[in-house]
Each structure stands twice: as structure tokens, then as C-alpha cells.
């Protein structure tokens, strides 16, 4: 059973900074492209940054330069080190993993983690 849980989400104010982490486990996250998206209040669901296995990162345009997405695959952790926070990141996080596969050769899917909340208040 696939299973990612973020922590790391709290309340800080705008500047602030934050490490969000996401425990994967039940499968081969090593080949899987592994990110983080988020969702404000009464918007949708949003990208904000992948790392590929192979070690390549992709951002959207609002978090560039100050988020930083890493992970380590011994231990299939995925980690969001975000920086200068502002009020317009407020939202819940969502650990992804994405094209994950269970087994070897079996099917890719995507998986979600239940999100951890991340306020940016003063």
C-alpha cells in the first residue's frame, strides 16, 4: 500500500521560512518523479515543483528562487525548503508522486499524500 505523509506545515510570518518533508513508502519511488503542489482556499490545485529521479527539478514561475525541492532516495524522503515565504503561499501542500509503480514492470500511477497546511500571516 502506497502511502506519503507531508509534515513540516505551520503558521510563519511573510519572510519566514519553512521545510516541508513527505514520507513515501509501499513503492519504487526511486524511479518515480516525486513533487509538490498545493490548493488555497477556493482555487484549484496547483504545481509548485518536481524532482525527477534522475535529479532534474522543474518550478512554477511564483516559487523560483525561493523554494527548493530535494530528496533522498535511500530513505524516500522528499523535502520543499521554502524561503522569503509571502501571504500568497497560504495554502495545503500535497506531496505527489507521479508515474509511481508498485512493482517492477507493474502499472504507473499517481499518488497523493493528505496535505499539510502552510500560513503565511503576520
Known amino acids: 500500500q502506497v502511502e506519503l505523509v507531508e509534515s513540516g506545515g505551520g503558521l510563519v510570518q511573510p519572510g519566514g521560512s519553512l521545510r516541508l518533508s513527505c514520507a513515501a513508502s509501499?513503492?519504487?519511488?526511486?524511479?518515480?518523479?516525486m513533487g509538490w503542489y498545493r490548493q488555497a482556499p477556493g482555487k484549484q490545485r496547483e504545481f509548485v515543483a518536481v524532482r525527477a529521479s534522475g535529479g532534474a527539478s522543474n518550478y512554477a514561475d511564483s516559487v523560483k528562487g525561493r523554494f527548493a525541492i530535494s530528496r533522498d532516495n535511500a530513505e524516500n524522503m522528499v523535502y520543499l525548503q521554502m524561503n522569503n515565504l509571502k501571504p500568497e503561499d497560504t495554502a495545503v501542500y500535497y506531496c505527489?508522486?507521479?508515474?509511481?509503480?508498485?512493482?517492477?514492470?507493474?502499472?504507473?500511477?499517481?499518488?497523493w499524500g493528505q496535505g499539510t497546511q502552510v500560513t503565511v500571516s503576520s
Open positions: 509501499g513503492g519504487l519511488f526511486s524511479l518515480a518523479t
Open positions: 505527489a508522486a507521479l508515474g509511481l509503480r508498485t512493482v517492477v514492470g507493474g502499472r504507473a500511477k499517481d499518488y
